[in-house]
């Protein structure tokens, strides 16, 4: 279903420079470089927004995606784009560029801000934090040493269940700093022949 507004908004927005679409949150990303300014998922285009351009993106009517977490609802940044805006795709264009900048932006700052324990690492939380401290994984560093894959097979050692093949990712995306969902099947395969 969304495979029609994914295209259209490809083709609008490709001369903003290397844009490509991942799956996401559902629907598909929308990517320049390695920067997600956009989201195309519910059959609509959302265009992120950031502290300066959210005010605005309410009063005009424009309203935050939402999906939910481990069945929490999380309200993301990006805001659906009202369908008569397709009328006039230059204010796409105009406002994804201010979009592709507030990403370009919030993923600088993010990188110069280092997380200080495991638990914000992006996929993990505090109950991975305490799994992989009974391991004897107490600092990112040692996380990072150790890899996704030698970690994961210390926790199965551990465990009473069965691990999820999920936190095989959720750990590797941690790792490099990116969402579980964004690691490259061919990564997959390979971690998978080792495991």
Same mark, same amino acid.
């Given at each position: 279903?969304?495979? +029609?507004?994914?295209?259209?908004?490809?083709?609008?927005?490709?001369?903003?420079?290397?844009?490509?679409?991942?799956?996401?949150?559902?629907?598909?990303?929308?990517?320049?470089?390695?920067?997600?300014?956009?989201?195309?998922?519910?059959?609509?285009?959302?265009?992120?927004?950031?502290?300066?351009?959210?005010? $605005?993106?309410?009063?005009? !009517?424009?309203?935050?995606?939402?999906?939910?977490?481990?069945?929490?609802?999380?309200?993301?940044?990006?805001?659906?784009?009202?369908?008569?805006?397709?009328?006039?795709?230059?204010?796409?264009?105009?406002?994804?560029?201010?979009?592709?900048? +507030? @990403?370009?932006?919030?993923?600088?700052?993010?990188?110069?801000?280092?997380?200080?324990?495991i638990k914000d690492?992006?996929?993990?939380?505090?109950?991975?934090?305490?799994?992989?401290?009974?391991?004897?994984?107490?600092?990112?560093?040692?996380?990072?040493?150790? !890899? +996704?894959? $030698?970690?994961?097979?210390?926790?199965?050692?551990t465990q009473e269940?069965?691990?999820?093949?999920?936190?095989?990712?959720?750990?590797? !995306?941690?790792?490099? !700093?990116?969402?579980?969902?964004?690691?490259?099947?061919?990564?997959?395969?390979?971690?998978? @022949?080792?495991?």
């Amino acid at each position: 279903m969304d495979k +029609a507004i994914l295209k259209n908004s490809l083709k609008l927005l490709d001369h903003l420079g290397n844009v490509k679409s991942r799956s996401m949150f559902g629907g598909f990303g929308i990517f320049a470089g390695e920067a997600m300014f956009a989201l195309v998922v519910n059959n609509k285009l959302h265009l992120r927004a950031n502290s300066k351009t959210e005010e $605005e993106f309410k009063q005009a !009517g424009l309203e935050p995606y939402i999906y939910k977490k481990r069945g929490f609802p999380v309200t993301t940044k990006h805001h659906a784009i009202l369908d008569e805006w397709w009328e006039h795709p230059e204010k796409i264009v105009e406002q994804a560029k201010y979009s592709l900048k +507030a @990403a370009q932006e919030d993923k600088k700052a993010k990188e110069c801000c280092t997380p200080d324990r495991i638990k914000d690492l992006p996929n993990l939380r505090l109950s991975n934090e305490r799994m992989l401290k009974k391991i004897g994984i107490k600092t990112i560093e040692q996380l990072h040493n150790i !890899g +996704a894959l $030698e970690a994961y097979k210390a926790l199965q050692k551990t465990q009473e269940t069965t691990l999820s093949i999920e936190l095989l990712w959720a750990l590797e !995306g941690a790792i490099h !700093g990116q969402h579980w969902s964004v690691i490259p099947e061919s990564r997959r395969n390979e971690l998978l @022949a080792k495991l």
